[in-house]
């Protein structure tokens, strides 16, 4: 079995011990308001994180702009706003980031 293969179990071994430790020591206790709402938003958070490091793409040792991604994220966002639905909305973001990418 190569490094990365031992690596990757192993990381995925510590993942989840740190979980289901998490649940298990967590389970039946009642949060802090302000420590409840820090949690909600941290999903929200690193969404946006992912989201960005793919919008400004590093390049010459510049952050440059891409443009196909920018513009599915725009298209996925807005018709999730307009057709409420996940899927479909995810299919126009592809959509739209394939047209942008090959015809510009």
């Known amino acids: 079995m190569s490094s990365q293969w031992l690596l990757i179990i192993m990381l995925a071994a510590v993942t989840y011990f740190s979980r289901i430790l998490g649940i298990t020591v967590m389970a039946g206790r009642k949060l802090h308001p302000v420590i409840r709402l820090y949690f909600n938003y941290v999903p929200t958070a690193i969404i946006v994180a992912l989201i ?14 891409s443009l196909p991604v920018l ?34």
């Open 52 to 65: 960005i490091k793919q919008i400004f793409v590093p390049s010459n040792g510049h952050l440059v702009l």
């Open 71 to 104: 513009a599915a994220c725009l298209a996925g966002g807005l018709s999730i706003l307009l057709v409420k639905k996940f899927l479909p909305s995810v299919v126009i973001g592809v959509v739209i980031g394939i047209l942008v990418r090959y015809l510009l």
